[in-house]
Each structure stands twice: as C-alpha cells, then as structure tokens.
C-alpha cells in the first residue's frame, strides 16, 4: 500500500473515537479552500467519526440547529445537528422530496436528543472556534445499559488493532 | 460554544471516593454507578451503593428519574464535600441502569485508564 492510500485508509469510515482522542485530533492545513476538512490522527487522515455518551447539554434553535453535548466519560464532544435544511442554500440544490426526507430525519434526531439519554453519534468531524466537534449525520439512542462499556472497549479495541498501525 | 462549560465526569468506582483519593476534590466533575439502597422523598438524597462503599447523591435537579429502591443508577454530578469531609454528588443527569454488568465496567474501567496513560505518553 503507497503512502498515499495508507494516509487515507480510515478516511470517510465513522472511526470509533473515545471523546479525549476525538478531542486531540489535530486539523490538517488544507491547500485550498475546495480541499475538504480533515483531521490527522498519526498519520492517518479521519473525516467522520463515531462516538456514544450521555447527553450533558442542549440547546435548541428551531428549525436551525441543535447543539448538544456527548460526555463519555474521557471528554465532552461537542455536536451539532443542523436544522435548516429547509431554507439552507446549500440544499436549495436538492430535489424537495430528498431535502424534506433529510429534514424529517433531524427532526426526528432532535427530538430523541433528551439530557441524560445515551446516544450512538456519527458524523463529519469539524472544527468549531478551535474546538473539534461532531456534525452530526445520524443519532441512535441506546438503551442498553452496557453500550457505553461495549462502545470503549471496542475504542481500544479498534486503536490497538487497526487505528494506530503505520504499517498497513 | 458553550461545551467548556459542561465537565466531563471523570469515570469512578465508589470505592475510589474517600478523603485522600484523588478524585475527591470540592467540585470535581464525577459520573458514579451504584445501586440504590435508600432515598429520601423530602429531602431529595439517594444512598447507592457498590460492595462496600456508599456515596450521598442531591436528586433533586434530575427530572422524569423514577427511583426504586434495588434497581441501579448512574449519576453525572460534581462533589460537595461538606465541612465534616462526608461528601454528597450534585447530580445534573441520572439514568436507571439496571441489567448492567458491573464486572464488566470495573473491568473496562481499568483497561482505561491504562489505556489513557499509554495515550499521553505516546503523544
């Protein structure tokens, strides 16, 4: 495998990160402002990542984000789950019918985001005033009580036997 | 953003929470799992407990938390350590978790903070 293609093996993979590691990703410089963001995490490039906590904070605009928090015990990673997609030029784009199918699901995201809930988080990794953050493209609850134990050792787990090897 | 503002509740046993353990710090940011064994309507006080160690936890700003007496809890809160060193968890979230396998927490929880250790040695 060339550099190239090792650099970018876990690219567009939700990698299951425990909120310090999410945390201390660093954001790699991006050549021009087409490049899509991503982040760096020894050597390899991320773009989406996923994470599973409690709920710890919310903070609702209607119909334009919900910010949220996911505290899973290593770190507090911030989410935000965007609402707009109704009046967003960036869907303007879109066929109405996919956008609205898009729309309903984020509601239906919000609305299971309740303080104190456990929530199973995927999305892109972003950068927000300096701070990684998580923008979220779909939301489990779980209501198993060991899914927050199952989701850390799997971390460790996926870090000790395929994040963290160079050599692929 | 107004992450900063939340803490993150640093994961413990009930058995690390006594006066010259690390973690028992005024205020710190604290996630406990223990079993109920009493709790005061009036007062809003929960007792859980794990093996041998017990810990006070302040009910009273959960909401929709129904409390039965034998079922297991976790709670995400920060330590007031009153004058008399007992110490009680202002818990800010709480969840009913019962059918957790509390082997396999303590277990992982160990793996952990290992596994945080090798992290900061290695970056």
């Excluded at chain 1, 910010?67 to 109704?86: A, E, M, P, Q, S």
């Excluded at chain 2, 900063?4 to 690390?22: C, E, F, M, N, R």
Aim: net charge positive.
């Amino acid at each position: 495998m060339d550099h190239n293609h090792r650099r970018r093996r876990l690219y567009n993979t939700h990698v299951k990160l425990l909120a310090f590691d999410l945390l201390s990703l660093s954001q790699t410089p991006s050549h021009s402002s087409s490049d899509p963001i991503s982040f760096s995490r020894k050597g390899a490039l991320l773009s989406r990542a996923e994470t599973v906590g409690t709920v710890t904070s919310r903070d609702l605009k209607p119909s334009k984000f919900l910010k949220f928090t996911i505290d899973d015990g290593t770190g507090c990673v911030g989410c935000v789950l965007w609402l707009n997609h109704l009046d967003s030029p960036y869907f303007a784009r879109r066929s109405p019918p996919d956008v609205r199918l898009i729309a309903e699901a984020a509601n239906r995201f919000a609305s299971e985001i309740r303080l104190g809930v456990v929530a199973r988080v995927r999305g892109r990794i972003t950068s927000y005033r300096g701070t990684v953050q998580i923008t979220v493209s779909d939301v489990v609850v779980e209501r198993d009580p060991n899914a927050e134990t199952l989701h850390c050792l799997e971390c460790m787990n996926l870090a000790r036997n395929c994040y963290d090897a160079s050599g692929l | 953003m107004a992450s900063s503002a939340i803490k993150s509740g640093t994961l413990v046993s009930l058995q690390d929470i006594y006066p010259s353990s690390p973690f028992f710090k005024q205020g710190a940011s604290l996630r406990v799992t223990g079993k109920l064994q009493e709790y005061s309507v009036e007062t809003a006080v929960a007792i859980v407990i794990d093996g041998n160690a017990n810990l006070k936890i302040n009910t009273q700003h959960l909401r929709d938390l129904s409390f039965r007496v034998g079922s297991f809890y976790q709670f995400i809160g920060e330590l007031l350590i009153q004058p008399d060193n007992e110490a009680i968890l202002q818990a800010r979230v709480g969840r009913n978790v019962d059918g957790i396998d509390l082997n396999l927490y303590h277990q992982s929880l160990q793996l952990l903070r290992q596994f945080q250790a090798d992290h900061l040695s290695t970056t």
